[in-house]
């Protein structure tokens, strides 16, 4: 798994759950690209964690490879949805890719064979509810 916001030293309840999984998470991110102070920063990360995650995809190397968060840094232009679209062709066959995040491009929705768009009804967070440790992280 490719993480491209999550800040690096990060430490979650997902994360943990991997790591006793054996399952490698590979983080690379400033945080959310709405509290990036440094947007130059986050840029180079994310086309760092993009050349990471294409290198991979292309070594066949992996059954299944997750690009988490993935359209924020195509939809802030960082990284070229024409690219990953056309690793996303050349991935060796039987391999399969997931891709998450809001708002993804229709373009990647339209190559891709299950979408899902889950939508927030309520969240506690309107309610003036901080993230929970255990909960939210």
């Given amino acids: 798994m490719f993480q491209f916001i999550k800040n690096t030293g990060l430490d979650t309840g997902e994360h943990r759950a ?6 490698d998470i590979r983080l690379l991110g400033t945080g959310f690209t709405w509290d990036t102070k440094d947007q130059t920063k986050a840029k180079a990360l994310a086309v760092e964690q ?9 070594s066949g190397q992996f059954d299944m490879i997750v690009m988490d ?15 990953v679209m056309d690793t996303i062709r050349c991935r060796p ?36 509810i901080k993230a929970r440790k255990g909960i939210e992280f």
């Fill in 50 to 58: 993009w050349y990471h995650c294409r290198k991979a995809i292309l």
């Fill in 93 to 128: 066959e039987g391999m399969h890719l997931l891709l998450t995040g809001r708002d993804m491009p229709q373009p990647l929705k339209d190559m891709g064979d299950l979408i899902t768009e889950m939508t927030e009804i309520k969240h506690p967070y309107q309610q003036g």
């Fill in 69 to 83: 968060e993935v359209s924020y840094p195509i939809n802030c232009e960082w990284i070229l949805l024409s690219e």
């Fill in 18 to 23: 991997a790591k006793e999984l054996g399952l």
